[in-house]
């Protein structure tokens, strides 16, 4: 790949990473059987994806979105200067280890939480040595 990136060299390593994972899946789709009737695929997976478009895809991703949420992840992902994402960028953003769009899903899912439960009840007490 030759895309100079700023960030340092893990971070051109990451992004040289992501953008072989895109290239891997882009390649199976367009190999798939399922997807050999689909007109013009390679430019629908290069082409820009508006808020309505985007949110059928999240609904058939299991995990659909209202139009504020939608909203809110173009911005993140686009720095609010756009009200379209391409698809090179939401698969980034779903892809991304510490995406903070998928950080987002994972909050309106409430499952960003789930390994630090809330205690239920009163407070333990609690003595001298117990404090800091």
Avoid at 13 to 29: C, D, G, S, V, Y
Avoid at 76 to 99: A, P, W
Avoid at 104 to 122: H, I, Q, R
């Amino acid at each position: 790949l030759g895309v100079q990136l700023s960030g340092g060299k893990a971070f051109g390593l990451l992004k040289a990473r992501q953008e072989r994972r895109l290239a891997e899946i882009n390649r199976e789709f367009l190999c798939d059987q399922k997807y050999s009737d689909e007109e013009n695929l390679p430019e629908k997976l290069s082409a820009f994806k508006d808020l309505m478009s985007l949110k059928r895809m999240m609904e058939k991703l299991g995990v659909p979105k209202t139009h504020l949420e939608m909203k809110k992840m173009i911005s993140e992902v686009t720095g609010g200067v756009s009200d379209t994402i391409s698809y090179r960028d939401f698969v980034n953003m779903m892809l991304g280890k510490r995406s903070a769009v998928l950080k987002l899903v994972m909050m309106f899912e409430g499952k960003a939480n789930e390994s630090s439960p809330k205690p239920v009840g009163p407070p333990p007490e609690r003595d001298i040595a117990s404090l800091p």
